[in-house]
């Protein structure tokens, strides 16, 4: 049973950086893909898709949004899992979740349902 716990979150300005953070402990993470999911305040949607990437690192996804603006990252070393947000819009603000799941450790899906284990999340709210 993996633990995830989400990190970095906080008030930032547009055109700022910012860096999340997830840790990870109760298992290994190489055997997983990772992703990185949002739900803005107030969306009665379900969590959107905002970043994955494979267990060895080298293949990402992102979506026409967060292209060239987010980079993901992973750690298999230190179990960590990053999200560098670049020029963040006030459309990023969310509540942003770490998760992990995949099959074999490739992201087979950006359906939250295609994750097996969730953090609580960390809130980023981005002022204009």
């Known amino acids: 049973q993996l633990q995830l716990v989400e990190s970095g979150g906080g008030l930032v300005r547009t055109g700022d950086s910012l860096r999340l953070s997830c840790a990870v402990s109760?298992?290994?993470?190489?055997?997983?893909?990772m992703g990185w999911f949002r739900h803005a305040p107030g969306d009665e949607r379900e969590r959107e898709f905002v970043a994955g990437i494979g267990w060895s690192g080298e293949h990402t996804y992102y979506t026409d949004s967060t292209e060239g603006r987010f980079t993901i990252s992973r750690d298999n070393e230190k179990n960590m899992v990053y999200l560098e947000m670049n020029s963040p819009k006030p459309e990023d603000t969310a509540v942003y979740f770490c998760?992990?799941?995949?099959?074999?450790?490739?992201?087979?899906?950006?359906?939250?349902?295609?994750?097996?284990?969730w953090g609580k999340g960390t809130l980023v709210t981005v002022s204009s």
């Open positions: 109760g298992g290994a993470i190489r055997t997983y893909a």
């Open positions: 998760a992990a799941g995949g099959r074999n450790g490739v992201l087979i899906t950006r359906s939250p349902g295609g994750m097996q284990y």
